[in-house]
């Protein structure tokens, strides 16, 4: 989730940024956008192995899918606060703490003999995932020269947008070729390296920045903010109510099996790479309209999967579209935010990870309850029908709101 470089260099560099001089840390910077492809990755990987998760522990799929809204309601509850609890701590010992939490987990989620167990080591996640998302965005200028923020800011959010988009496909593969556990364990192994790799690595950075409650308060209040935030709600919750439960969808609308499940995913992973890429610059230049292109192709991609996904080609072409339109939500609706309200960049960025998080937590649940009750026909036509709401949003309103005034 990538923030313009025209929005970063739009806000007033801090005054730790204005401490260091020309000293640049890119080594830091790669390790960061490690750290939030992994919480990410963490967080989506349930969502690619639901069935075999689910006959492990014998609970249906839309059960072990509310082991996305958990982590995601954490995370929602703990991204804005965590820079203010954190605020007396080295950000360094802070990534390193939480990047531990990550790998321990993963492993309690891989040896979850129970969904109790399994909703426990989500819950361990989602704090630690919304506290690495939340101080993520803000380390870009401790570790760059002012010129190059916008770019060390990119990598770091890349690592989320990347995550997204191909941790699911790699899990999906890992656990048909070795069982869902050894994804999770992959995944805890790769967390307790990034947090070895931190100490060493990573500078001191004293939290002398952190957040106030008051900065949070202020960007709220700001109309583009808001405004930004329940589009973002709406194309989140439309996502996630049905990739949640694609897997099933394409079992049931094309007959897929385990392995074309995954080759279908790995399409739409790397459609949505691509879409992230080209969506970031345009949304640099003009949100409303990235926004609106986007939303409309989400709306009518998801409207068309119970009618058009009935053979392999056609499941593979709509997974490519869709893919490459929800690649690009992240990177533009955080820059429609950072439009809104440069002086607020990191209040507003806060807020905004809470709703997403929040969002993903909303879309899993209502799927999932969709899908138990009502199959993967209504999944998709409810997801389609608040995407649409996010294209009226998205078409009447305009993020820089506050600056007509």
């Known amino acids: 989730m990538p923030h313009s470089a025209s929005a970063q260099n739009s806000a007033a560099p801090t005054s730790s940024t204005r401490a260091h001089s020309v000293e640049n840390h890119w080594a830091a910077v790669a390790l960061i956008a490690a750290s939030t492809f992994i919480v990410v990755a963490a967080e989506m990987m349930p969502v690619g192995l639901l069935t075999p998760i689910g006959a492990s522990l014998v609970e249906s799929e839309g059960t072990i899918g509310l082991s996305l809204a958990i982590t995601g309601l954490v995370a929602a509850a703990t991204a804005p606060f965590v820079p203010v609890v954190t605020r007396r701590f080295d950000r360094r010992s802070t990534l390193v703490v939480l990047m531990l939490l990550v790998a321990v987990a993963n492993a309690l989620t891989a040896l979850a003999p129970s969904f109790a167990v399994l909703a ?29 923020v916008g ?92 990739y949640t439960y694609v897997r099933p969808g394409l079992e049931f609308f094309a007959g897929l099996n385990a392995s074309q499940v995954g080759t279908m995913l790995l399409i739409y992973g790397a459609f949505g790479v691509v879409g992230n890429f080209i969506a970031g610059p345009s949304a640099a230049k003009s949100p409303k309209m990235v926004v609106v292109i986007l939303s409309v192709g989400i709306a009518l991609t998801l409207a068309l999967f119970p009618i058009s996904a009935a053979t392999l080609i056609a499941a593979a072409l709509l997974m490519a579209a869709w893919g490459l339109f929800y690649g690009g939500v992240s990177v ?56 649409a709401l996010a294209v009226f949003l998205a078409t009447v309103r305009k993020p820089v709101v506050a600056d007509m005034n």
């Open 151 to 242: 770019l060390a800011t990119t990598i770091i959010f890349s690592g989320i947008a990347v995550a997204s988009v191909l941790g699911v496909p790699a899990g999906t593969y890992i656990g048909a070729a070795a069982g869902w556990s050894v994804a999770f364990w992959t995944l805890s192994c790769a967390a307790t390296l990034i947090a070895l790799a931190m100490f060493a690595v990573l500078p001191t950075m004293p939290a002398d920045q952190a957040l106030s409650l008051g900065s949070l308060v202020e960007a709220f209040r700001n109309p583009g903010v808001r405004v930004g935030i329940a589009i973002t709600a709406l194309l989140i919750t439309a996502h996630f109510a049905a």
């Open 332 to 387: 533009s609706t955080q820059t429609w935010i950072a439009h809104a309200a440069p002086a607020h960049r990191e209040a507003a960025s806060a807020l905004w990870v809470a709703v997403f998080n929040a969002s993903i937590a909303l879309g899993a649940f209502a799927g999932g309850r969709i899908h138990d009750y009502a199959g993967s026909q209504s999944v998709f036509w409810f997801a389609a029908g608040i995407a």
């Open 120 to 148: 426990v080591a989500r819950v361990l996640l989602g704090v630690s995932m919304g506290g690495v998302w939340a101080l993520a965005a803000s380390l870009a200028p401790r570790l760059v020269e002012n010129r190059s």
